[in-house]
């Protein structure tokens, strides 16, 4: 039974289907890996096995086509987001005991459609920041170098996926938080369109900047899970409702660009040259079938200030009492992104949301003539664990702890869906990702490019991992 780690998550669900295996089956098997790796990475502190045993047991009483599309699948939740009855900490020290009574509607969806829950995975504290480590449980290592950073804010998931303790894994993305932990741990990781995944609102009813999403190790799993986590719900009144196609039939129906564009840093951003040449050569074997491949980007140049305004907003709005009564209990990034927050006026306010509608109005434009556009989903490979994030890049020095993030965050504020694929590795063995973008909306087009892809560029399969100990 050990073996079933190594199959894909949509084998696993056939094999659910057929009663070939149960969802107790395979929550042995997952408990027995995470006791042989969890040790040496940290991605899943806060397990939940008896929950999940009851949660099986009651799903196999159900007849075998009312179980949903994951049918007694296991997968763990982002410690961001609420599962009734279990830990919930946000990496915080605040909320170290923290025990919702309710789940996020996410979660009762995903447990509708046949998820059984049995875990959580680590995050920085309230998801800000590209490294996985917290106050409360600590760093997230990469199992490909545990001397590495796993990247995040979606760290644990990334590395639980790739040591084989889970097969699908829910994440979250505001500047990257899907993407770059994938790209770092040679796993798939999707920000899809704005309400393509229904959520419970909090502090705002309208807050788009961040979006839940799904990972996997292979293109047609992630769109087993987005299926799974599409539709829309009255509680969430920006959800969008499925799709008349599923994202898996999308992933398996052949259909390839007619034309794709590729840049190196989207005009913002220095790039690592290995990490450059990598993704280039991987956009550039479309050619082999038959598609065109050119390099260009839309004009986002005001990305940077665009974004850093609105995020800042996003954490005044969220967390700023947790400003005024839990200072001393906060980290200086989060001090600094809710300070920045609430020193906005209206004005800069103004200036950067009609930046967000013109940055769309011009990606939209884009995709008129382009029909995806990829580029580095990260500018480094992984880096040293003890740093908080990448001060500098190719002799840049960054203003702060965010900017070395403008290659994902830019395709954030243009509202568009976008995937990292793994695409290569560097010389000294790190995975590298490329991200591939569509259009707003146009979730299914990012999953089938990135599916051809991946089926040119030979790299999946290359996870499940044992970590790399080293120091």
Known sequence: MSELIHETACAVVDKL???????????????????????????????CFDRARTGARALMQKPAAERGLLAGLPVPIKDLTDVAGVLNTQGSPIFKDNIPARSDLLVEHLEANGAVVYAKSNTPEFGAGANTFNEVFGATLNPWDTSKSAAGSSGGAAVALATGMAWLAHGSDMGGSLRSPASFCGIVGMRPSIGRVAHTPK???????????????????LALLLDAMSGEHAADPLSLPSPATSFLSAARAGNKPKRVAFSPDLGITPVDPEVKAITRKAAERFAEAGVIVEEAHPDWREAHECFHVLRAFDFAISKANLLRTKRDLLKPEVIW?????????????????????????????????YDLLLTPTTIVPPFPIEHRYVAECAGKRFDNYIEWLGIVYAITLACCPSLSLPCGFTASGLPVGVQVVSAPRGDATVIAGAKMLEDILGVRGTTPIDPRVKK
């Not at 149960?22 to 940290?42: S, Y």
């Open 337 to 369: 992104n809710i300070e920045e927050g609430l020193k906005l006026t209206v004005e800069r306010l103004e200036r950067a949301e009609a930046q967000r509608v013109a940055m769309t109005a011009r990606a939209i434009e884009f995709f008129k003539t």
């Open 203 to 221: 502090s705002a009813v309208d807050r788009n900047l961040g979006v839940q999403g799904p990972m996997a190790r292979n293109v047609e799993d």
């Open 17 to 47: 289907r057929a009663g070939d295996v149960t969802p107790l089956d395979l929550l042995d098997v997952v408990e027995k890996r995470i006791a042989e790796v969890e040790g040496k990475v940290n991605a899943l502190p806060t397990l």
